[in-house]
């Protein structure tokens, strides 16, 4: 099968065959229009091809020699139209929309983006347009997404797993805390779009069951520069204040772009753990004041070498502090429910953790047919250090100090590095659009833990409890993707990605080695049909891999506190999921979808307890086999010229079955999911938004999960012909949409976990803009953000 995929590849350039180009760009009187329709008609009037315009306001149409009727528009402007007959490549240049304005009931109407649109294979969320979203951070424009959740640290989207997230189009290699720390760096004010990508197409690495999130940065015109600085400050518990400045310049042949930023602060972590033991409830709080100090900066230089070829380079740098003051306090009762005694965790955990990102990139259109090449090289190095001291006092009912059980320190630190390299080719052919390309890309981690007993007032390492770790991990990757128009009403498109991994794990202080080798297929495919202007039915199907992040397989314990630990799995497999979507649109407004997703060797967390000992455990295995499914509705709806409204409900159930050895049974209900978003235009320079989300209780396989609810309310103000502008946000206004109740038994014992990570807060923040106002840096992400995301 390889050898046929790679005989395609060679073969495919011979078979490309000249197409009848048209193009342009569409432009208002000051920007680029992306989003704008662009539709081809016949002399009939009878629908030939349409199309979107892209961020920088262009577009492009294959067709075959004619006679046709073009026509551009977008909401709040003025049509355009011409009529041509093309016999070879066609730009029609600027194409110029005109704002059409008017007054209605004393009201000013005025050009207004759609918040969410939709695509075949994604979602489109415009921060731009969204108050929530635009005056916060990464993490504010991710979660203020329809179906996107984060919990816990954790980026999920709703009916799927766990997410990939991408900058520009290329990976993010981080997770968990690493990942959110990473969003929270980048400004809501230099993000244009979200796009939610269900079943991504393969020309995206197969990794992650939950899809893709793809972040896309704003974009601008030429021969300008401007700058944008933002100051704004979070009150939760503690405060936090945020300081970012972006600038970007493109004149001639350059396009540059620098920006940077910098938060100083606390924020409040409260966790709560109920464990039924046989001999009595344990009864854990956590109250923990954690450092939010991190600085980052990006750069990106672009050169045209010629009117086709342009290269470029860029860095992206950052590193945190997130450095916490820890106190844990455990009631311990006896089987009568009385209270024996007081076990009381104090401690301090020291982190630093930084990444370096560099990125050297070619992209060079071959001729006029639409044949382009682009070519990346990556170098990413991620390191991180947690000293972790923390002592046990044993207390009785009446707070008399009676003993120390347990006082240590836990050092662990860990380095990352990956070089990969990615070659990408769009290939119009006579009989299709095809794009096809490969990937290569090496990854070496080292990870040490070392355990010091500190009761005796003196740190001794205890090496039974300490470990190194060596893991390397190559991948190599080809893909060919395939877009075919049958008709104006109907299209597919569809793709095979080829990956072939080769792992290798070793423990030297257990002096265990685990390597791990396979060669996967992973096809996806995309169907449309639109029978006429109101009606869209969309159906696309997709295989994903999710593989386990580095820090996981680590088979050595890293201790949170003196009764609880976590324990990687060096034999932790990647799971597989098979995911099935269709979706029907009615006049762009209104969405339903019904999705069906099948997850084998899934793997995740489990908490499992020593009765014995009274110590909790947390480690990885694969454990499950699951059938996701789900029905939804999501209505666009222009209540009146200064009143938006957009709407979701969807309807959720799951089937798991148990395939280790666990002692515990699945439990699986249904969940009920809702939000609503409502935007207010005062006046032309006031924005009032309004934002509510529900979750149901339900069960899904190991875990029980608590109802959830968020309110939100944003307002935004500018002023200086809209350069000054000043937005305020009350989150989570009644605290009421953070993890409750996360429950399992296992073992016969019950666990019940509450986690409120400053969910409510209240923001104030000032953004200025000076500069020409006409932008057009483009922003690259990195060839290698596969493998930075799975470092956690």
């Keep these: 099968m390889k050898r046929i995929v790679l005989f395609l590849l060679i073969l495919l350039p011979f078979l490309a065959s000249p197409q009848i180009k048209i193009k342009g760009k569409v432009k208002n009187s000051s920007a680029p229009l992306a989003w704008a329709n662009v539709i081809l008609s016949n002399s009939e009037g009878k629908l030939v091809k349409g199309t979107l315009t892209k961020d920088d306001g262009t577009f492009e149409l294959d067709v075959k020699s004619g006679a046709y009727k073009i026509k551009v528009s977008y909401l709040g402007l003025g049509d355009w139209s011409l009529n041509l007959a093309p016999e070879k490549e066609l730009d029609l240049g600027e194409i110029v929309l005109k704002e059409n304005t008017g007054n209605l009931e004393g009201v000013l109407v005025v050009a207004r983006k759609k918040l969410i649109s939709y695509k075949a294979d994604r979602l489109i969320f415009d921060v731009e347009s969204s108050i929530a979203a635009e005056a916060g951070d990464g993490i504010s424009a991710i979660s203020a997404a329809p179906g996107v959740l984060v919990q816990n640290n954790a980026i999920s989207m709703l009916g799927k797993g766990a997410s990939r997230v991408m900058l520009d189009g290329r990976m993010v290699e981080l997770s968990g805390d690493d990942l959110i720390s990473f969003l929270k760096s980048i400004s809501a004010k230099d993000i244009k779009q979200v796009e939610v990508i269900s079943n991504p197409p393969a020309k995206y690495e197969a990794g992650g069951e939950g899809g893709l999130i793809n972040i896309i940065l704003k974009k601008g015109a030429r021969d300008s520069w401007k700058n944008s600085t933002t100051l704004s400050y979070d009150q939760n518990s503690y405060g936090l204040v945020t300081l970012r400045n972006n ?5 001639n042949k350059v396009r540059f772009s620098i920006s940077g930023g910098g938060t100083m602060g606390n924020s409040k972590v409260l966790q709560e753990l109920n464990t039924s033991y046989p001999s009595g409830l344990w009864e854990l709080k956590y109250d923990g004041k954690q450092r939010e100090d991190k600085l980052s900066g990006r750069l990106a230089f672009d050169y045209d070498l010629s009117e086709r070829t342009s290269v470029g380079i860029q860095y992206l740098g950052n590193d945190q502090t997130p450095d916490s003051k820890d106190f844990a306090g455990i009631k311990i009762h006896n089987r009568m429910g009385q209270v024996d005694s007081l076990l009381i965790n104090q401690g301090a955990r020291k982190l630093r953790s930084g990444n370096h990102t560099y990125n050297a990139h070619l992209v060079s259109r071959l001729d006029t047919s639409g044949r382009k090449i682009s070519a990346d090289l990556d170098y990413f190095t991620y390191n991180s250090k947690i000293d972790n001291r923390f002592v046990a006092n044993v207390f009785s009912p009446d ?21 990969s390299a990615k070659v990408d080719m769009e290939q119009p052919l006579k009989f299709m659009n095809l794009s096809y390309g490969a990937k290569i890309s090496f990854i070496k981690s080292k990870g040490d833990i070392h355990y010091f007993n500190t009761i005796s007032g003196f740190p001794v390492l205890d090496e039974g409890r300490s470990n190194e770790f060596r893991y390397q991990e190559n991948n190599q990757a080809v893909y060919v993707n395939g877009v075919k128009d049958f008709s104006p009403e109907l299209s597919v498109q569809f793709g095979l990605r080829l990956e ?130 789900g029905l939804g509705e999501n209505y666009s709806l222009q209540l009146t010229s200064w009143w938006q409204s ?32 409502h935007t207010f235009s005062l006046r032309e320079s006031t924005k009032l938004q309004v934002d509510y989300r529900y979750s149901s209780s339900f069960k899904r396989g190991l875990y029980e999960f608590d109802a959830m609810s968020g309110l939100n309310i944003g307002l935004r103000q500018t002023f200086v012909k809209n350069n000054l502008q000043v937005s305020m946000l009350v989150n989570d206004v009644f605290n009421r949409n953070y993890l409750k109740n996360y429950t399992s038994v296992l073992n016969g014992i019950r666990q019940v976990y509450n986690e409120n990570n400053s969910s409510r807060f209240f923001r104030i923040s000032l953004t200025y803009n000076f500069g020409n106002d006409k932008v057009n840096v483009k922003e690259r992400s990195f060839g290698n953000d596969e493998e930075r995301k799975r470092t956690n």
């Design 646 to 677: 957009e709407n979701s409900v969807y309807l959720l159930g799951s089937k798991t079955k148990f395939t280790s050895g666990i002692n515990a049974s699945p439990k699986n209900t249904a969940q009920l999911y809702f939000s609503t978003g």
């Design 399 to 419: 707070m008399t100090f009676l003993n120390t059980s347990q006082a240590a320190r836990n050092v662990s630190a860990r380095t990352i590095n990956n070089l």
């Design 247 to 251: 600038y970007l310049y493109h004149k």
């Design 500 to 629: 072939n991994t080769t792992t290798e794990g070793e423990s030297e202080t257990l002096n265990e080695r685990n390597k791990n080798s396979y060669l996967k297929l992973f096809p996806t495919f995309y169907g449309a049909y639109k029978p006429n202007v109101s009606h869209s039915f969309l159906f696309n199907y997709g295989r994903r891999i999710n593989r386990p992040d580095f820090g996981v397989l680590n088979p050595f314990r890293s201790y949170i506190n003196s009764n609880s630990y976590s324990e990687g799995n060096p034999f932790l497999k990647p799971s597989f999921s098979d995911n099935f979507d269709f979706s029907h649109v009615y006049k762009g407004v209104w969405r339903t979808n019904v999705f069906f997703n099948i997850t084998t060797e899934g793997y995740g967390p489990v908490f499992s307890s020593d009765p014995e000992t009274n110590t909790l455990v947390l480690t990885r295995e694969n454990y499950y086999q699951e059938q996701y499914f």
